[in-house]
């Protein structure tokens, strides 16, 4: 098992991987069965700008703010279609802590985004339906 994480997708150790894979990928599937479910060769190509950048901002915030959670959960009930995180911020009166806690309540499934975009300020959120 390897894990190499190229930064050019002409680097030749990539290429290298790859050709190995091709070559040999039903050993790896076959080594792997007794503990891995599946074996999946990712190049930077399939990783979606959009979702790494709001992964890595979502998975930033494991500090927990109950006050800053609790003030945008009360900003957003009862709330009908989307509004601007900035404008949730505004409202609850915790500019840091505040984005953070719309960040939070994202994660948790609590908000939803709009529509499929990187997580900032100006984003558009709602209730999440489900």
Same mark, same amino acid.
């Given at each position: 098992?390897?894990?190499?994480?190229?930064?050019?997708?002409?680097?030749?150790?990539?290429?290298?991987?790859?050709?190995?894979?091709?070559?040999?990928?039903?050993?790896?599937?076959?080594?792997?069965?007794?503990?891995?479910?599946?074996?999946?060769?990712?190049?930077?190509?399939?990783?979606?700008?959009?979702?790494?950048?709001?992964?890595?901002?979502?998975?930033? @915030?494991?500090?927990?703010?109950?006050? %800053?959670? !609790?003030?945008?959960? #009360?900003? &957003?009930?009862? =709330? +009908?279609?989307? /509004? $601007?995180?900035?404008?949730?911020?505004?409202?609850?009166?915790?500019?840091?802590?505040?984005?953070?806690?719309?960040?939070? @309540?994202?994660?948790?499934?609590?908000? %939803?985004? !709009?529509?499929?975009? #990187?997580? &900032?300020?100006? =984003? +558009?959120?709602? /209730? $999440?339906?489900?």
């Amino acid at each position: 098992m390897f894990d190499y994480l190229p930064t050019d997708a002409r680097d030749e150790t990539l290429q290298a991987a790859r050709r190995l894979f091709f070559e040999h990928g039903h050993e790896l599937v076959g080594a792997a069965s007794g503990f891995a479910d599946d074996v999946v060769v990712m190049t930077e190509l399939d990783v979606d700008p959009i979702e790494l950048h709001n992964a890595a901002f979502l998975d930033s @915030l494991k500090e927990t703010d109950p006050e %800053a959670d !609790a003030a945008v959960r #009360r900003a &957003t009930r009862g =709330s +009908l279609g989307a /509004r $601007a995180i900035s404008d949730i911020v505004r409202d609850v009166g915790l500019p840091g802590r505040g984005f953070r806690a719309v960040g939070r @309540l994202l994660r948790r499934g609590e908000l %939803a985004l !709009a529509k499929r975009e #990187r997580i &900032t300020p100006e =984003s +558009l959120v709602c /209730r $999440a339906t489900g």
